[in-house]
């Protein structure tokens, strides 16, 4: 008897079928057809850019030429298509709705919020797993206090002042899985170690403050990790009040002095609209005039406010976007305030010395604190060359090769150098990178993630290196010796890469070159 397969696929009837056909090719083609019309969403608010423009045609058929025209013809595609947006929304709407974040630097909390996941290693700062080891602890508070000793010998007092993140204000609205693992955070940590050491470094901790204030209003964006004017207000009266023990005669603002309403705030991603707080002064401002000093980046300008409150103290801040919400109320304050974001100047050594403020302040997020310290490059440089370890003893200490100095430049008569270093061996990425001439430490640099131009792809952790040192008298690469250190005092030879060391000689001797009078080189060694 023969067996009777059943038919494949499922039948529709032809009108159903067409339909079908009709609607996989509406979907398929509507985002190129409405991109060709000129009708897609600006994606500007989306990506927080200009999307990539059309191209033009390659002004030749080199290989180049046509890669160079492919890539751009890439970009805008992928930045135009059409329903982009929309696509992009709903997925992030279909993504809350099921409890999960379609950002992937951000996870979902309860209620709705949001919070920061990858920028600095967040959440293990959070879970309190990436913490200070004991050495770097001290080395953080020793690199501030010598900061700190810097700005007062220039008349200035130093103040720190911490913005938590928001997952220290709102532990409660993290999701379950999110816990602490370690007693103590790197801020933790920083306000023990500061009290042990009985250190004169000043750091306003504003946390306790903001923990009793948001059972009272909202301090913090639910969709987004700053805080609002509610919770810089009140790290703004906690600044005060140490600011008060050094300069009595300040007039701090009080809540009491503004009228405030409650405004509103949309999010493009996540596309949500939440409700924002207003401040307007009751009374006139006290503000007389401002000025921009700095415009190479016109989103973040350096400005200088002046007021009408002749006896009040001047100040300098150095601060990220956190400070950027509070600073209309320093602004109100103080005789003359100076903004200086952090985003376009390192630490700013050079604004402090024209402008003579009375109290320099450095604002920085608490997930800051995994990150370099804001002080000058120089004092940092001069502090990690003093730690560093006798050439011979780096030698002995040697595990072998691990990384190269890849790049070099002369700028401003200091020595420039790149390269990367990983400790292959542990699987740690180094902590710092050292230079050496003539048997003698004269650079030091901390890491940062390397770009991807410097060395390629590897399994393990990789750091690279900017460190400089000055050029005065350096005019031999075989002089030169670069080693990196790691966490755990393991020592790792950075070798000169080949082609670097041509560099270098055809650099030293167009130097030599050029100063006919030189003595000549000494034997090289």
């Known amino acids: 008897m023969r067996q009777q397969l059943p038919a494949l696929g499922v039948s529709l009837g032809r009108l159903p079928s067409a339909l079908l056909i009709v609607a996989v090719l509406a979907t398929l083609f509507a985002p190129a057809l409405i991109q060709l019309a000129g009708r897609q969403t600006d994606t500007s608010l989306l990506d927080n850019r200009p999307p990539a423009r059309m191209p033009a045609l390659p002004s030749s058929i080199s290989l180049g030429a046509l890669n160079e025209f492919r890539e751009r013809l890439i970009s805008f595609v992928e930045d135009n298509f059409g329903l982009r947006v929309e696509m992009v929304q709903l997925n992030i709407r279909v993504r809350s709705v099921i409890g999960t974040s379609a950002i992937p630097g951000l996870f979902m909390g309860k209620g709705g919020w949001f919070f920061l996941k990858t920028d600095a290693d967040v959440l293990d700062q959070v879970r309190a797993l990436n913490r200070f080891t004991d050495q770097d602890l001290d080395a953080w508070i020793d690199l501030m206090e010598v900061q700190q000793r810097s700005v007062e010998s220039q008349g200035a007092a130093f103040i720190i002042l911490i913005a938590p993140n928001s997952h220290t204000i709102y ?30 470094l000043v750091v306003v901790d504003p946390r306790r403050d903001l923990s009793a204030a948001r059972e009272q209003q909202l301090l913090y964006h639910k969709y987004e990790d700053h805080w609002n004017s509610f919770g810089a207000f009140v790290a703004y009266s906690a600044m005060m009040r140490e600011i008060a023990k050094r300069f009595p005669l300040i007039q701090p603002l009080q809540l009491s002095d503004y ?123 001069e502090y990690l060359v003093r730690g560093a370890p006798p050439l011979d003893e780096a030698i002995a200490r040697s595990n072998g090769v691990g990384g190269h100095v890849a790049g070099a430049q002369q700028t401003g008569g200091r020595l420039e150098f790149v390269g990367w270093a990983a400790d292959r061996a542990a699987n740690t990425p180094p902590r710092l990178a050292l230079a050496y001439y003539d048997g003698r430490a004269v650079g030091a640099a901390r890491m940062s993630p390397v770009p991807a131009t410097i060395a390629p792809a590897m399994n393990n952790p990789k750091l690279g290196f900017r460190l400089s040192i000055p050029s005065a008298g350096v005019n031999d690469p075989a002089r030169l010796r670069f080693f990196s250190t790691t966490a755990d005092g393991k020592v790792y030879e950075l070798a000169i890469t080949r082609t670097l060391r041509q560099h270098l000689e055809r650099m030293f001797a167009s130097s030599r070159a050029a100063r006919p009078d030189a003595a000549p080189n000494p034997d090289r060694r």
């Not at 705030?265 to 409700?275: H, K, L, Q, S, Y």
């Not at 985003?343 to 109290?359: G, L, R």
């Open 259 to 381: 009228a405030i309403r409650q405004g509103s705030r949309v999010w493009n991603i996540p596309p949500r609209e939440e409700a924002d707080p207003v401040f307007s002064l009751k009374s006139p401002t006290r503000i007389v005039g401002s000025q921009l000093l700095d415009n190479k980046n016109p989103r973040r300008p350096i400005v200088e406010t002046t007021t009408r409150l002749e006896t009040a103290p001047t100040a300098l801040v150095y601060g990220d976007s956190f400070g950027d919400v509070v600073m209309p109320f320093f602004n109100e304050t103080f005789r003359r305030t100076v903004f200086v974001p952090t985003a376009v100047s390192s630490f700013p050594t050079e604004w402090i010395q024209e402008k003579k403020p009375d109290v320099v302040i450095i604002e920085m997020v608490e997930r800051g604190l995994a990150m370099q310290p804001p002080v000058s490059a120089a004092l940092e440089n």
């Open 171 to 200: 532990p409660d609205r993290m999701p379950i899985y999110v816990n602490r693992v370690w007693p103590e955070t790197r801020l933790d940590q920083i306000m023990r170690r500061l009290h042990e050491r009985v250190s004169s």
